[in-house]
């Protein structure tokens, strides 16, 4: 054991419940659950809004989180090789279809426009500029959002005062986690006891974490505390929805075997590839190939195809 986390940061889709009613006549997190369900459906979804004049996200990246699909695979396996699913290559097509339906504001995770999108309208492929710089002669609003458990609170909460309670959270295309939080002691440590006594305040201490859910709303990975609150949680900046139970339901679903610590370099130039097809500037085979080149580079280690 290297770290804990009094944490579980499992994903979900944040919706505006006024769009759903509009758009569909219904804003249930089971019904929008049913509309999302699959990635073909989402595009589905997508297409109805953008009919009604609405973005099904506020930018490309978001459906990252739905790339592996329902039966994720690590990105190394125990011979050490490069996995390359069906399901991360259909997202390829996925996620150009996203940009050339334009199903998406086109506004870049935390960038102002992003935040703003929470709020209102914003102007159509705003970039990374301030809104009051963007030229842009079309504004558009955005459905929802794919973010994990702190997202709801830290993320859209303060970015949405406004439209408080009138937000909705369900499940998209298949589960997913996005970060969290860990803590372990320093091996060279001078103070190893008081660095303990830390860690179990913020793992193990039932006073303590009760507040911090009271506070926060933070979902604990402390069983004794979820177990006495999933049943009677609320919120009210979701209509009164039990954000609780859907998280910890969320969170079974996880499959924690695939990660691995190549993800974050391996995902970061996967996403680049991804992004060179969809502009048009490599043909999908080219962009697959260059990825397992990029790996290779980055990572000498790992078996690709171009080995074999």
Do not use: C
């Amino acid at each position: 054991m290297k770290a804990l986390s009094w944490q579980a940061t499992p994903g979900g889709f944040i919706y505006k419940r006024w769009i759903a009613r509009e758009v569909w006549g219904n804003d249930d997190p089971e019904f929008v659950a049913e509309k999302l369900s699959t990635l073909d459906k989402f595009f589905e979804a997508a297409e109805e809004l953008k009919q009604a004049g609405y973005k099904i996200l506020p930018d490309e990246g978001a459906l990252r989180w739905f790339a592996k699909g329902s039966d994720p695979k690590p990105w190394i396996n125990d011979k050490k090789e490069l996995q390359l699913t069906q399901a991360q290559l259909d997202f390829m097509d996925y996620q150009k279809k996203l940009r050339d339906n334009e199903y998406t504001a086109m506004a870049p995770e935390w960038s102002p426009s992003w935040f703003a999108s929470m709020q209102r309208p914003v102007p159509f492929n705003g970039g990374w500029d301030e809104l009051e710089n963007i030229n842009s002669n079309k504004e558009v609003e955005v459905f929802g959002y794919a973010l994990p458990t702190w997202g709801l609170h830290f993320v859209i909460k303060p970015n949405a005062e406004n439209t408080a309670g009138d937000w909705g959270l369900t499940a998209g295309p298949s589960p997913y986690f996005w970060g969290g939080t860990w803590i372990g002691i320093y091996s060279g440590s001078e103070n190893k006891g008081a660095a303990w006594e830390f860690v179990k305040m913020m793992t193990h201490d039932e006073e303590f974490l009760n507040w911090w859910y009271e506070e926060t709303g933070d979902l604990l990975s402390y069983k004794p505390i979820t177990d006495k609150v999933k049943d009677s949680a609320s919120d009210e900046f979701l209509k009164g929805q039990n954000h609780y139970k859907f998280f910890l339901k969320e969170a079974e679903k996880i499959e924690s075997g695939i990660v691995t610590k190549y993800d974050q370099g391996i995902d970061q130039i996967w996403g680049n590839m991804v992004i060179e097809y969809v502009e048009g500037k490599k043909t999908k085979e080219e962009a697959i190939t260059e990825f397992y080149k990029q790996v290779k580079n980055a990572y000498p280690e790992i078996i690709t195809p171009l080995d074999k």
